[in-house]
Each structure stands twice: as C-alpha cells, then as structure tokens.
C-alpha cells in the first residue's frame, strides 16, 4: 500500500509538473510573438520601403545578448541561451525580408557557420566562391553584409581578406570567434577503407599530428575548400573529407571521427563587413589602416607613429603590417584597439595619429565577439 501510494504521488507531481511546463511554453511564446510586434513597430517606423538592412543595428543587437549573458543564471549554458535569443531576434528581424549575407562558400564551410552564429538562421545566405566575389556584392548593395575569415589562432591572418581593405571603402562591422572543430567524414566503413582524404590546405594542416599518426599512407588532397573535399568523399569511393558538422549534413556523410584537430583551443576569428560605420555599443573595437612616409626605413618611425596610443593609454591588441601597393617597399598597417573611435579616450589619441601619417582611415569601429 505504501509503495502504490508513492507511485501515485509520484505521477501527481509529474503531471503538475508538466502543466507547468506547459503553461511556461504559452507565455514564452506569447512574450515572442510579442516582441515581434514590436519590431514590426520599428520597420514601420523607417517607412514602407524600408528593408531589413535599414533598422537593423549590430551595437544595438550587441548589447541586449550581453544582457542576455549578464542576466542568465543558469541552468541553460551561456552559449545556449545566446544562441535562442540570437534565434530570437533574427526571426523578429525577418518578418518582412530577411537580410541578405554573402559569405565565402560554397556551403557547409565554416564561414556559413559564422553567418549563422553571428546573425541567427533567418537570414538568406549568399555563397561566394572568393572573398573579392564577397567584398564586390556587399559595396554594390547585393548583399547587406559580408562575412570573411581574418585569421585562424594556430594558421595566422588571411592576408587577402586585410588587403581588401586596401582599396574597398567597405568598414568592419563585428567580428565572430568560432571554435574549429575538425571532424574526419565519409561514405565509408571505417578507417582501414580510407585511400585519400580531401580538405582545404588549412585543415589538413591542423589536423597534420593526427593525420600522421594514425593514417601515415593516406593520400592527402589539397582543394578549395572543405566543402569542395566533402563533395568529393560523398561521389568518389575510398574518399574521405575534413570539415565541420555542416559539411557532414550538407553532403549527407557520416562522421567517422571527431575532433581530430591538433589545437583543442583551435579558433578562426572572421569579420563582418558592412558599408557604415557603427555607433557605440558599450563594448568596443576599432580597426584602423595607417602609413607614413618613411616607414619602411627610417629608425624608430613605428615607434614614433604609435606614441599616442601610449600617451592616452589606449590598448593595442593587434598589429598586422601589409605591402601598400603604392610602391615598392612601402608599407601600411592594420591595428585593431580597445575602444570606440568616437569614444574618449581612443578619439584623442586617433586624431593624433592622422596628425602624423600620410595614410589615415577608420576601417572600423564595431561590438567585439560575444563569446
């Protein structure tokens, strides 16, 4: 009897458990369904002919989801419950068009990763085949922003994505950390029935220790792209491909190992690129391209250049220098700052800068990652 009682409270509690649970659901979903119509009452607000490009404000997205951080108290991970709100506010955001981002493709690369990481699924993907194609599309407006990798943590900078900035009047308008994490993927049985395997020269350099470890004999194919190598396992017996979950569901092939990277910490920085430049978030980044004439051989002048930054106690966080194409031997730089170029005291010390350089242009100023 005692035990039978017990069962029977047990199933009491479970039920009044779930009436709960679901009652939660149908005010989450009301609050949501809510919150979108009040960002209906923001695009109405641009005028009939407004797009999504046009009410759609990175610093402003910034700082609700480190509300969202700020606020979380668990049991939810932090990276969960950014990842709903971000859903959230990208679904809100495309009620009446989605936005429109290019990307350097072709699908299931971990570029279309960082779109949707950084801009939530409701957004329409643009697959470009080289970060020119991306850079091209967003300065004519068919693409609303771009998004192109800059550097990875074990492999370095993209130099091609730095030198774009070169001569496009595009700016940065966010930047997303992603972890790599690289998995071995085919159609096949198992290890022993692997003959070649088929990535992007990056991946195949993350992954070397392992790779020689355990597949010594393995042919290994450089292609364009991880996806490019996943089409290949998919159609070609004895393939295999490296890439990361999204290759694996695009082109339909199992994961045969995970994690095969050599770097646990592996991590691939991209840039968002837009045609403005942002207002303040809070919690900011500034990218600036700078030269003076001189700098490639005269003592001392890189010192001299970055003296007020020193002198307002601006921090430095990334140095990065490329050939000018002005002429031979001449160089600019690429620095990436603690700050907001509009904000005290990065402002003072950048006026400074333009002071003593020949070469002088804000390449960005925009929300650091939301880790």
């Not at 020269?201 to 010594?216: N, V």
Request: hydrophobic letters at 40%.
């Amino acid at each position: 009897m005692v035990k039978a009682a017990g069962k029977q409270a047990s199933a009491i509690d479970l039920a009044s458990i779930r009436e709960r649970i679901d009652e939660v659901d149908r005010q989450i979903q009301a609050l949501i369904n809510e919150r979108a119509r009040f960002a209906q009452q923001v695009g109405i607000s641009k005028g009939e002919l407004a797009t999504a490009v046009d009410y759609y404000r990175p610093e402003r997205e910034a700082a609700v989801l480190r509300g969202v951080l700020a606020r979380n108290e668990g049991p939810l991970r932090d990276e969960e419950m950014l990842r709903l709100f971000r859903e959230i506010m990208s679904a809100c955001l495309a009620q009446q068009e989605p936005l429109k981002i290019g990307y350097l493709g072709p699908e299931g690369t971990f570029t279309q990763t960082a779109v949707y990481k950084h801009f939530g699924h409701s957004v329409r993907g643009l697959p470009f085949s080289t970060i020119d194609e991306v850079f091209q599309e967003v300065e004519s407006g068919a693409a609303d922003f771009g998004v192109v990798p800059i550097e990875n943590s074990t492999e370095g900078t993209v130099n091609h994505t730095l030198d774009m900035f070169i001569t496009s009047p595009l700016k940065v308008g966010g930047e997303i950390e992603l972890r790599i994490e690289q998995h071995l993927m085919g159609n096949l049985a198992g290890l022993k029935d692997i003959e070649r395997i088929c990535a992007h020269e990056q991946s195949l350099a993350q992954c070397r220790g392992w790779l020689r470890e355990y597949l010594p004999h393995v042919e290994l194919i450089g292609v364009s792209s991880n996806a490019a190598g996943a089409r290949r396992a998919r159609d070609e017996k004895g393939t295999a491909a490296i890439g990361g979950e999204a290759a694996a569901e695009v082109y339909d092939l199992k994961i045969l190992v995970n994690n095969i990277e050599d770097q646990s910490d592996n991590s691939t920085r991209f840039l968002v690129v837009g045609r403005e430049l942002l207002a303040p978030s809070g919690e900011d980044k500034t990218t600036i391209l700078i030269s003076t004439t001189g700098t490639a051989g005269g003592a001392g002048v890189l010192h001299s250049l970055l003296q007020p930054l020193a002198t307002y106690g601006v921090s430095m966080s990334r140095i990065e220098s490329r050939p000018s194409r002005r002429k031979n031997w001449d160089y600019v730089f690429f620095i990436d700052m603690d700050g907001h170029a509009q904000e005290s005291p990065l402002s003072e010390a950048l006026a400074e800068l333009k002071e003593n350089s020949s070469l002088f242009r804000i390449i960005g100023a925009y929300p650091k990652a939301i880790r």
